[in-house]
Each structure stands twice: as structure tokens, then as C-alpha cells.
């Protein structure tokens, strides 16, 4: 009998072995939505490869994700409404809930104590803890809530299309505060804060102009700016609404993509007055910046959503054309700006660029591809 | 027997199962230099833990390190010339060559793939599979190297003590290019590479000015600025220094320390010209600044080396003077900026303040510690 035993452990030994050999390093994961099939794709950035494809995610038409600091789980926001906890180890959803009937994205506290999501229906933002996904608190709004966005000492961010208000809220002691900052604009309809947590920018549909907020003021207040940008005249379409999450900030710069025409603008970031405009393929739809570098690289409206462009933020000329596929809808780069990962919906893929020669690395098949979203940004503030 | 295999068999079953369970997601981890012993600690940043101690890293008493793209190991660039290949997973140095007899530094290729370390003994740099550490490359240099750090497309600079000249290292083609990008100045110390990849920026020792090359340019070429900083009189001593990684950028200026002084000189970008200077409590050794916030944290050269202060980059004013312990020798920031660690080498620990409330969130034991850095340098370039 003892014998057997022996042979039996040794025989199971090696395998016990292997399964506490450490794996999963998260830092260079990736999830891309695959936004027909309600499912994510896992990627490993450095192999190039898809990992597994994580399904139960719902209405991925569209979402977006942020994620927790120790990048092990992603928090994805899902257009009807759903909030799914993903984890990255183990490669399936551990909690959901549908926590509203129709929403547009949320954010996580710096601490990674908070989830926030930002909700069209019924309007307002609601606050989960992150760990759990209980809810913490629901501040309800006079309308759709967009631009929600995380700011140090555990606040957020965000406006109200309807009404024009911008709200910060502190949750960083048991009874949240919540400020109303003011009057932005008419409909408001999408806001980013910059990279360094100074300014909140919020783009307006209903009328011209941007208008941003300083956030490091003791009172922060609207301000607008660019007066003439943006409400082209009635008979020209508006085939997308400019994504604010797109915009780069470069070089004691904005540029944003302006409203209707196939245009850039550069903006000076002291001054908030225009530079320059740079003439691009179509209507640009993200432009980001690709990191250590003075370029930026911009993708367009249907239809004319084929091609990518690379632009020079000192000479504000586009450098490059390419075409990877059918309907780009979203870029992502490596964290130190080696690479340009590119998702084509109509071709199935994500493109893999190295940004210095625009050679093609490597492609990976997905399922109608939308938003990349590589772990890196788990130590992005605003991200 | 069959009975008996399957008994043992479920009896192993719930132990190979739990040793599957993932662990170890690498976002939130973090290492600090033990100088007194050879040793690391590894840190969860989200618990404020200490997780395990590795040792066998030689002589620390001077170290920096640097990460891989997936956050699992570190390299660590010890002052006797040894590089360790740490796996942060298993807990252990992995890979150790001495390469040099005397060496202060190293960096990673963009893409992860080469590491490359900074020698005085003998004079130059080597670089190495990042995955084996096999030499790569030797490249020779007329004395001491400095200031190395990584550029984008596979590349390195570094200058020379000795002959005042910076290199330019492109390894990504099968034959190294190297470049001579010209004299910066008499003993360049020490130097460092902005955060967007644009700018190099050197240190002098033997003459006033500090030189900056901007990297974007076709042909990167040495500019002196600052033409009467630092090269104090002889009658007052210096007594260390000031570390050129302590440099912070924060808009639309540069902040360093000044030499001999106890100030901080603080340089507008654009035109490299003074704008302003805060009187401090000693002579900055390391001025980083915090995420998302206008502030810049300052600590000291002995023996006024018991205080950090906390500096507003907008009124160049003192905001905040704490007394974290005896012999502050590092600071190093939560990503999103939250929390500051602060390293104390006389009191044996790591005090953790809350960045919005200066409270002390935790502190941790460590023997002698130095340098702490968290794995979110992966993904930072330059660092």
C-alpha cells in the first residue's frame, strides 16, 4: 500500500508542481471588446497573441473599461447598462450587475477603492465599491451624464448634456460632497481631463466654443474658449460626434478634431487660442498621442474609415498615410511607444504597427474589434 | 486498487486545485533597495506590505533598477557591477552576472528586449538580452558613463565624465550604430531624458550650465542653458550631488536643484530661461513630482536630511514641511498619486502619507532602506 501511495504522489507531483509555478504577470495584458458577440478578447501584448476570449459581457456596442491598480481586474461599462468585473487571472467575469438602463462609461478612484459609471437612463452617476461592486452611492442628474472622469483624493468628475451643469463629487469621507461647478455650455456632450489632472474639457454640440475648468483652482469655474469652434451650419452632417477621450496633448498643445470638417485644430494650452489646423482624410474620430514622440496618430468617420494617419505635432503636417482595414475604430499603444495596436471591425483584426518603420508586426483575428485597452492604464490618472 | 488510486487521488485534488488558483497580478507590486544587506523587499503597494525579502544582490549601497514590460522582473543595477535579473513572482534573483568592476545604472529597450548598463570600470556600456542577460554589445568609452536611459526605436544615450561627449546608441538592427552627439560641457555628472521623450538633459560638474539636446530633431545637438547655474564658489562645499533622476517636469517648466544652494531653480521649457526660486531646507537631492497635481516633493543631502517638503509649482512657494524620520533618502508616488512613500534609512522603515491630507497611512520595517520603485515604471519612458 505504501508503495502505491508513493507512486501515486510521485506521479502527481510533477503536475501539482507545474500548477504553482507563478504565471500571469499582468502588465503587459490587454482586452479588446468584441463588441457583436458582447465578449473580450485577452491579449498578451509582448507575445502578440490572444489569450482567451471571455464571454457575458452583454451590449458591447459600446463600451469602454478601466481598470484596478494592481491590473488584475477590468471594470467594463456596457451600453445597456451593465457593469462587468473582469478577472484578468482567471479569465472570466466574477461579478455583474445591471445597474442602470442605458450608459456610456465610468471611471475608477485613484485609490481603486471606487467605480464610478455615468448613466443616460435614469440620468445620473452611480458609485460602487470596487472590490464588491455594492453600491456606495447614487447621485441622480437632471439629464444624461457624460465626461465622467477620476480625480486625486477619490473624487469624480462629470456634466449633464441637459441642463449644462458640471458636478465634482468628493467621496472621500462617509457623506459624499457634492459641487455643482456651474454652467458649461449647451449640451455638453463629452469632456476629458488633461494627463496632468489640470484641466477639465468639456466639447459642446448645442453650441460654439470649448469651455474648460482648472481643477487645481480653489474654485474651479468654466471657461470658455475656441468661441468659434465646433456647430457647422445646418446642411452640413455631423457623421460622429469627436470622441474627447481622443484628444492629445502635446508640446504645450490640444488638438482636437474639429466638428463636420476634415480638419485638426492645434491649440495652445497657456493661451487656449488656435495655432494651426492641420487638413486630414476625413473626420477625425480618436486622436492620440503616441507616447515619447512628437506624433500623433488619428482615425476617421464612416465612411471614410480606412485609413490612419500619423501627424507631426511641431510641424502640424501629416507624415504618414496607412491603410490597415476596413473600419479603424480605435488605436492603443505599447506604453513606451514601440508599437500601435489598430482594430479593424470589417476585417476582424487588430493590426500590430512599430511606430518607427510602420512596419506590420503581426495581426490577431477578433471578432469585430472595437476598444483596446492595455493594462498601463491601470497608473493613468484620468484613465 | 482502483478504489485506493481514486481515493488518493481526490485527496490531492483540492491542494492542486488551490495551487492553480492565479495569483499575483504585478500592477500594484514594488520593490526597495536593503543597502546595508544586499537585499529587496517586495512591496504590495495596495496592502502598504511587505511581501518577501530577496537577497543575493551584492552591494546595493548605490542601486537603481528598472522593470520589465510585464511587470515581472526587475533589473537591478548594483554599484559593484552586478546585474541581477529578479523574478518578482518567484521571489528570486533568477539571472546575476558581475559585468563590470564599478558600474551606477542601467535601462531597458522600449520594446523590453535589451538592457543596458552604464559602467565606470571600465569606462562604457554593455548591453544584454533581456531575457538571458547575454552580452549583446560592448561599447568602449573614454571614462566614466552617465546618464543613460532609454529612447524609443530600440535605442540609448548616455555621455562621458571624462570627455564631455553624449553618445547615441540605435541597437535595433543586427549591427549596433552609434553615434557621437557632440561635446556637452566639462564633467557631465548626471542626466536624464523628459518624460515625453524629448529632451536630454545633462548635469555639469566641471563648469556652470546645464545642456539640453532635443531628441526630435534630425540632428540632436548640445545646447548649454542656464549659464550661470551651479559651479559654487570654492569656499562652500558640496556635499552631494544633486541627482538629475530628481528633476521634475511640471507645466511648462523644469524644477532642479540647485548646486550648493538650498534652493530650487525653477525653468520655464520653452525658453530655458529662470523664471523663479523657493529658498528650501536643504540641498535638493530628489525633487519628483506628484501625479496629477501641481506639487513637487523635495528631500535633502545630510545632514539636513530629515525633512521633505512639498512644493507648489504655480507660486514656487513651500506648501508643506514634514519630518518623515532620519536619513530621507527616496520618495516614490502611488501612480495615480494618492500616496507618497518615503524611505528612511536611519529609522529602518517606509512611512506611506496620504498626498491630499498628509496623514501617515502606514509604515513599513525595512533595514537601511533607499531607492523604492514601483512596477508602473514599466511603462514609463526613461524609466
Redesign the interface.
Known amino acids: ?1 505504501k508503495r ?2 508513493a507512486a ?2 510521485i506521479a ?1 507531483l510533477p ?2 508542481a507545474q ?2 509555478d ?8 490587454g482586452l479588446v471588446i468584441e463588441r457583436a458577440t458582447g465578449s473580450l478578447l485577452l491579449l498578451d ?2 507575445e502578440h497573441a490572444a489569450l482567451a476570449q471571455i464571454s457575458g459581457l452583454g451590449d458591447l456596442s459600446h463600451a469602454s473599461m478601466t ?6 481586474f477590468a471594470y467594463v461599462f456596457g451600453r445597456d447598462g451593465g457593469l462587468s468585473k473582469v478577472d ?3 479569465r472570466e467575469v466574477v461579478v455583474r450587475t445591471i445597474q442602470a438602463g442605458n450608459s456610456i462609461g465610468g471611471a475608477i478612484s ?3 477603492e471606487l467605480v464610478a459609471v455615468s448613466n443616460y437612463t435614469p440620468g445620473g452617476v452611480k458609485v460602487f465599491d470596487a472590490d464588491t461592486l455594492d453600491l456606495i452611492a447614487d447621485v441622480p442628474a437632471d439629464g444624461k451624464t457624460i465626461g465622467l472622469a ?5 473624487r469624480f468628475i462629470w456634466t449633464v448634456w441637459d441642463s449644462g451643469e458640471a458636478f465634482l463629487g468628493d467621496f ?1 469621507s462617509d457623506s459624499p460632497v457634492i459641487t455643482n461647478l456651474g454652467d458649461v455650455g449647451k449640451n455638453p456632450y463629452d469632456a476629458v481631463v488633461t494627463g ?3 484641466t477639465y474639457l468639456i466639447g459642446l454640440f448645442g453650441e460654439k466654443g470649448v469651455t474648460a475648468i482648472d481643477l ?1 483652482d480653489d474654485t474651479p469655474t468654466p471657461r470658455k474658449f475656441l468661441k468659434d469652434y465646433g456647430k457647422i451650419e445646418d446642411d452640413m452632417p455631423v457623421y460622429k460626434m469627436p470622441h474627447l477621450q481622443g484628444w492629445a496633448f ?3 498643445q490640444f488638438v482636437l478634431p474639429a466638428v463636420g470638417r476634415h480638419e485638426l485644430l492645434w491649440v495652445d ?2 493661451t487656449l487660442e488656435e495655432k494651426a489646423r492641420t487638413p486630414v482624410h476625413g473626420q477625425p474620430v480618436f486622436i492620440i498621442s503616441q ?4 506624433y500623433v496618430w488619428v482615425n476617421y468617420a464612416t465612411p471614410r474609415n480606412g485609413v490612419v494617419q500619423v501627424v507631426d505635432s ?1 510641424t502640424h503636417e501629416v507624415v504618414k498615410t496607412l491603410e490597415p482595414g476596413k473600419a479603424i475604430l480605435h488605436m492603443e499603444f ?6 500601435a495596436w489598430v482594430s479593424s471591425r470589417d476585417d476582424n483584426k487588430i493590426i500590430v504597427y512599430d ?2 518603420t510602420f512596419e506590420i508586426k503581426a495581426e490577431i483575428d477578433a471578432q469585430s474589434p472595437s476598444g483596446i485597452f492595455f ?2 492604464r ?5 484613465l
Chains 1, 2 share one sequence.
Open positions: 500500500m502505491l501511495l501515486t504522489a502527481l503536475f501539482a500548477a504553482q507563478p504565471c500571469c504577470a499582468t502588465g503587459d495584458l501584448r509582448s481598470y484596478s491598480p494592481d491590473e488584475r484578468l487571472l482567471k485613484d485609490d481603486g477620476d480625480l486625486p483624493g477619490r472621500s496632468d489632472g489640470h487645481w502635446t508640446e504645450g494650452r497657456e507616447p515619447a514622440s512628437p511641431r505599447a506604453p513606451r511607444g514601440a508599437e511606430t518607427h493594462t498601463a491601470a497608473h493613468q490618472p484620468g
